[in-house]
């Protein structure tokens, strides 16, 4: 699989030789979904809380007489069935939204978004991405120059510098490819993978 070689101006330079078992695959639709759903909800945390008949603050007494009425018997106003009563199955603090997607199936569905994503044209590598002092504004720059608005770059090695000089930038997300996910890697426009990058991915996802 052949990947543009961008330059310092973001143009396509040469051609870079990819391994095909990481950026040459099928797309799966299906499988790329559920990998997507599994990491953003293992990402959700269980801070919501409803209460139940017995927690919520009403009073124990009979609302009306059993008989006579002509309604609905009810021994309290706290029932689920009245307004501002409890919850039947209310949601709880400790509830649990992860989801179980193993190896062989998370290698295979982000090779394949890396697949999709050359196939598209919204991915191409680079010989580096370094900077020599932690600042935004000569990053931010070079990304203008290179006409990227929205940029996820995957570097070999995240140093200091180049952690802070990225952090300030609102659509640029600099990480190693350890920290390579599917949602990044479906939410921004242009993929920038530098050389080193490319061997580490292989070993990752081939």
């Known amino acids: 699989m052949e990947l543009e070689l961008l330059n310092e101006q973001g143009q396509a330079a040469s051609k870079f030789d990819a391994p095909e078992t990481v950026f040459g695959r099928d797309y799966n639709e299906d499988l790329v979904h559920q990998i997507v759903v599994a990491f953003q909800a293992n990402a959700r945390q269980g801070t919501r809380a409803q209460k139940d008949r017995e927690q919520v603050h009403h009073s124990t007494k009979k609302p009306f ?53 050359a196939r598209e044209g919204r991915l191409a590598v ?54 390579a996910d599917p949602v990044s890697l479906v939410h921004y426009k242009k993929v920038l993978v530098t050389k080193g990058a490319v061997d580490k991915l292989k070993e990752m996802f081939a």
């Open 126 to 179: 680079v010989d580096s991405i370094k900077v020599d002092s932690p600042k935004t504004k000569p990053l931010a720059a070079r990304f203008k120059a290179m006409n990227l608005e929205s940029v996820l770059v995957i570097a070999e090695e995240v140093d200091e510098n180049l952690y802070l000089a990225s952090r300030n930038l609102v659509n640029v997300l600099v990480v190693e490819p350890r920290y």
């Open 65 to 117: 007489k059993q008989k006579g009425t002509g309604r609905a018997r009810a021994g309290m106003t706290s029932s689920p069935l009245w307004r501002g009563g409890g919850r039947i199955f209310p949601n709880m603090p400790d509830e649990n939204f992860t989801q179980k997607i193993n190896k062989k199936m998370y290698r295979a569905g982000m090779a394949s978004i890396f697949s999709q994503l």
